[in-house]
């Protein structure tokens, strides 16, 4: 499956964007997606995931009541909705498909296919 992540783009502190993460490939509802980020100098890091179904969301404790994770199978799409910006959600954010067990997981090291990334930089 290819993943093209988009919606990035810069914004004021308090500010809102929507990711969008779009699949092509296999059957999309066959996998787990999840986000991450990686702000400059720093390693990567789990931001939210969604099962296949979309029945079950995870979110890393930084960016839970902030952030949230759907999707859209019928359009092969995943989101996140991100509200309430920080300065320090700077980073680029990648989408990754989860095939062999489609559930959400905060480990970068479950995940099979990665996207390209988007940034977000939000400034104070």
């Known amino acids: 499956v290819q993943l093209q992540a988009s919606g990035g783009g810069l914004v004021q502190a308090g500010g809102s964007l929507r990711l969008s993460c779009a699949a092509s490939g296999r059957t999309f509802s066959d996998y787990a997606v999840g986000w991450f980020r990686q702000a400059p100098g720093k ?9 296949w179904s979309g029945g079950s969301t995870y979110s890393a404790g930084s960016v839970k009541g902030r952030f949230t994770i759907s999707r859209d199978n019928a359009k092969n799409t995943v989101y996140l909705q991100m509200n309430s910006l920080k300065p320090e959600d700077t980073a680029v954010y ?7 067990y489609p559930y959400p997981s905060a480990s970068g090291r479950d995940y099979d ?11 104070s």
């Open 43 to 51: 390693e990567r890091e789990f931001v939210a995931a969604i099962s």
């Open 94 to 100: 990648f989408c990754a498909a989860r095939a062999r």
């Open 113 to 123: 296919y990665w996207g390209q990334g988007t940034l977000v930089t939000v400034s």
